[in-house]
């Protein structure tokens, strides 16, 4: 068996995830190296799932009988538990989303219809980059065709790296909002935050920073990043679907607008004007997503006693690993980083002229989980002249035995195809 260092005891730790155990087309031991696109769940988030629909089911806020209470208390301890998570100076600061899409969804439409000095009109300009996956591009075009806003974006170096060169020219005094992913989904490369918001600030424009990819395997502490927004998903961090996070400062969420009308988010109303919640609960219309809350909240005390630092060094050794196996793969191109210096622990590839999609699904018949496609960055592929690629991504239950696997799977692959 490989022994790097700085791993965690996978063996222990996979044991808390039962669907590791599954068994795959015919007995083929599950290889599931598709976690950037969803994380599997131990079963300490599996259990507070179902305890929280057996024992405390309720609607939170509204009552006064003792499942409410409870669930309310629930609710709001998974609040405190994600503002502790992340560094936030105030759990009032939280947002709860269903996903990281509608977190930045909701950035783009507050400044909308903002006031000054936060509006987006047809005199400002909306800055992203071109390795966003779509979640992070698509708001930013709607929001720039409804108000006549300029959208500029980053280019890509050939590396897999953002091309800062241009940064006085793309960030400029007509910029209110530059929204960029932390860690890319399809490239595995770690954007450089601090010289991003550095020159963000020098002009006075906001920062929107998604962590859906950084969330899960490092320590993330908004206050450090100087963000203005921050946005992550539950899914991919051990959480259930449907949870999502909007961090934002609590000067900026009390000076914007909602984004959504609705029961809970009101103080008061007539036939004629409403006045609304102070934050968070602002921007949280309607029944919110309660048991998924629970779920992050257990998800987040499952990572924490391990160790979130712990968690990256794991990620980093899987991945120099990775990274060192699959360049030994005849006619394999690594789309991103070639190193695993500032990477995350996706990595994308082609494989010779064979389209990804059989590649993919030759390593399925193997047992192995890879994703195939754009990976919702299809400009990304666009900019790399290639249809899409396979991509491997790993997780704190990540062996390299399964690195092995894939390996041995990607021969599999080139002799099936000749």
Same mark, same amino acid.
């Not at 779509?134 to 590396?159: C, E, M, Y």
């Not at 793309?170 to 932390?182: A, P």
């Not at 059989?358 to 290639?386: F, K, S, W």
């Given at each position: 068996?490989?022994?790097?260092?700085?791993?965690?005891?996978?063996?222990?730790?996979?044991?808390?995830?039962?669907?590791?155990?599954?068994?795959?087309?015919?007995?083929?031991?599950?290889?599931?190296?598709?976690?950037?696109?969803?994380?599997?769940?131990?079963?300490?988030?599996?259990?507070?799932?179902?305890?929280?629909?057996?024992?405390?089911?309720?609607?939170?806020?509204?009552?006064?009988?003792?499942?409410?209470?409870?669930?309310?208390?629930?609710?709001?301890?998974?609040?405190?538990?994600?503002?502790?998570?992340?560094?936030?100076?105030?759990?009032?600061?939280?947002?709860?989303?269903?996903?990281?899409?509608?977190?930045?969804? /909701?950035?783009?439409?507050?400044?909308?219809?903002?006031?000054?000095?936060?509006?987006?009109?047809?005199?400002?300009?909306?800055?992203?980059?071109?390795?966003?996956?779509?979640?992070?591009?698509?708001?930013?075009?709607?929001?720039?065709?409804?108000?006549?806003?300029? /959208?500029?974006?980053?280019?890509?170096?050939?590396?897999?790296?953002?091309?800062?060169?241009?940064?006085?020219?793309?960030?400029?005094?007509?910029?209110?909002?530059?929204?960029?992913?932390?860690?890319?989904?399809? /490239?595995?490369?770690?954007?450089?935050?601090?010289?991003?918001?550095?020159?963000?600030?020098?002009?006075?424009?906001?920062?929107?920073?998604?962590?859906?990819?950084?969330?899960?395997?490092?320590?993330?502490?908004?206050?450090?990043?100087?963000?203005?927004?921050?946005?992550?998903?539950?899914?991919?961090?051990?959480?259930?679907?449907?949870?999502?996070?909007?961090?934002?400062?609590?000067?900026?969420?009390?000076?914007?607008?909602?984004?959504?009308?609705?029961?809970?988010?009101?103080?008061?109303?007539?036939?004629?004007?409403?006045?609304?919640?102070?934050?968070?609960?602002?921007?949280?219309?309607?029944?919110?997503?309660?048991?998924?809350?629970?779920?992050?909240?257990?998800?987040?005390?499952?990572?924490?006693?391990?160790?979130?630092?712990?968690?990256?060094?794991?990620?980093?050794?899987?991945?120099?690993?990775?990274?060192?196996? /699959?360049?030994?793969?005849?006619?394999?191109?690594?789309?991103?980083?070639?190193?695993?210096?500032?990477?995350?622990?996706?990595?994308?590839?082609?494989?010779?002229?064979?389209?990804?999609?059989?590649?993919?699904?030759?390593?399925?018949?193997?047992?192995?989980?890879?994703?195939?496609?754009?990976?919702?960055?299809?400009?990304?592929?666009?900019?790399?002249?290639?249809?899409?690629?396979?991509?491997?991504?790993?997780?704190?239950?990540?062996?390299?035995?399964?690195?092995?696997?894939?390996?041995?799977?990607?021969?599999?692959?080139?002799?099936?195809?000749?």
């Amino acid at each position: 068996m490989t022994q790097l260092p700085g791993l965690l005891d996978t063996e222990a730790i996979r044991k808390d995830f039962p669907i590791l155990d599954r068994q795959v087309h015919d007995g083929r031991k599950l290889v599931y190296l598709d976690n950037a696109a969803t994380s599997q769940k131990p079963r300490q988030v599996l259990d507070a799932l179902a305890e929280y629909y057996e024992r405390y089911n309720a609607n939170v806020h509204r009552g006064v009988h003792v499942l409410a209470e409870e669930a309310t208390a629930l609710y709001e301890g998974a609040r405190d538990k994600v503002a502790e998570f992340v560094n936030a100076p105030s759990r009032d600061e939280v947002i709860f989303t269903k996903n990281a899409s509608e977190s930045l969804n /909701l950035v783009a439409n507050m400044l909308g219809w903002a006031d000054e000095p936060y509006r987006v009109d047809h005199e400002t300009e909306i800055v992203i980059t071109e390795m966003e996956h779509h979640s992070n591009i698509v708001p930013w075009q709607l929001l720039a065709q409804r108000t006549g806003a300029k /959208l500029k974006w980053f280019g890509l170096t050939d590396d897999g790296r953002l091309d800062l060169s241009n940064i006085d020219e793309i960030i400029t005094e007509k910029t209110k909002i530059v929204s960029f992913v932390l860690v890319s989904n399809i /490239l595995g490369t770690v954007n450089p935050v601090e010289a991003i918001v550095r020159r963000a600030q020098e002009v006075g424009a906001l920062v929107c920073v998604d962590a859906s990819q950084a969330a899960p395997h490092m320590p993330l502490d908004v206050q450090a990043l100087q963000a203005d927004f921050v946005a992550f998903t539950g899914h991919k961090m051990c959480g259930p679907t449907g949870i999502g996070v909007l961090w934002g400062r609590q000067e900026l969420l009390e000076d914007l607008p909602p984004f959504l009308g609705g029961g809970e988010m009101i103080e008061t109303v007539s036939m004629s004007s409403s006045t609304y919640a102070p934050a968070p609960h602002k921007f949280e219309a309607g029944t919110p997503p309660i048991a998924q809350a629970v779920g992050l909240g257990a998800a987040i005390d499952y990572l924490s006693a391990i160790g979130m630092d712990k968690v990256l060094a794991h990620e980093h050794a899987i991945t120099e690993y990775a990274v060192k196996r /699959l360049t030994e793969v005849p006619d394999l191109r690594i789309i991103g980083p070639a190193t695993a210096e500032d990477r995350g622990a996706a990595i994308s590839f082609t494989l010779g002229d064979i389209h990804p999609h059989d590649v993919g699904q030759v390593l399925d018949e193997q047992g192995i989980a890879v994703r195939v496609g754009h990976h919702c960055a299809r400009p990304v592929c666009l900019r790399y002249g290639i249809p899409a690629t396979t991509r491997a991504s790993f997780y704190l239950y990540s062996t390299p035995a399964e690195i092995d696997a894939l390996v041995d799977g990607l021969e599999h692959v080139r002799n099936f195809f000749g």
